[in-house]
């Protein structure tokens, strides 16, 4: 289990990941990448390959400890575009708990004819590359995006250039205000 949970706000305890409309079910979006950085550890442990270690490794100062921090960052993470109201209002009973515990959730943008050009991967692509460069100050893009691509990428095919320019235009849909 990760010991970071123990720092997580009250309104992130509400983001959710998965819902099963038949049952009204639902997964929150911490479980969702818990579960998902306790499988990339067990992966990178018992099961990946020494020459794909090796390769990433080749590209990190650390070598292969770095290389396993950073795998296993990447797979607690790639979801995190779900944290977005493009994602939330998808379901309005789970968007008004996130909304009701302080997070900024417009039920108009259910409707919104634009909501479906910001698919939660390209969004937490975009929240990656922005964090890197507004927290960690990474001035370059280049390197910002080898990172945040993986996140883009997680379901098999990477955001193009027009995907992301188009997805940033929406700055309520990533939940940016300004």
């Given at each position: 289990m990760n010991d970071g949970l123990d720092g997580l706000s009250?309104?992130?305890?509400?983001?959710?990941?998965?819902?099963?409309?038949?049952?009204?079910?639902?997964?929150?979006?911490?479980?969702?990448?818990?579960?998902?950085?306790?499988?990339?550890?067990?992966?990178?442990?018992?099961?990946?390959?020494?020459?794909?270690?090796?390769?990433?490794?080749?590209?990190?100062?650390?070598?292969?400890?770095?290389?396993?921090?950073?795998?296993?960052?990447?797979?607690?993470?790639?979801?995190?575009?779900?944290?977005?109201?493009?994602f939330a209002v998808q379901v309005p009973s789970l968007a008004d708990r996130m909304h009701d515990h302080g997070l900024l959730i417009d039920h108009d943008l259910r409707r919104h004819p634009d909501r479906r050009l910001v698919p939660h991967a390209t969004a937490g692509q975009i929240l990656v590359e922005d964090w890197l460069k507004e927290v960690h100050g990474w001035r370059h893009q280049e390197p910002r995006r080898q990172i945040a691509v993986v996140v883009g990428g997680h379901h098999g095919v990477p955001p193009e250039e027009g995907d992301l320019v188009t997805a940033r235009a929406h700055k309520s849909l990533l939940g940016h205000s300004s």
């Open positions: 009250e309104p992130a305890w509400t983001v959710w990941a998965k819902h099963q409309r038949s049952t009204d079910l639902s997964l929150p979006l911490w479980r969702h990448l818990d579960d998902s950085t306790a499988v990339a550890e067990w992966l990178w442990d018992e099961w990946l390959p020494a020459l794909v270690k090796e390769a990433i490794a080749r590209c990190l100062p650390g070598g292969e400890d770095d290389a396993r921090i950073l795998f296993v960052w990447l797979a607690g993470i790639h979801d995190v575009g779900k944290a977005t109201p493009a």
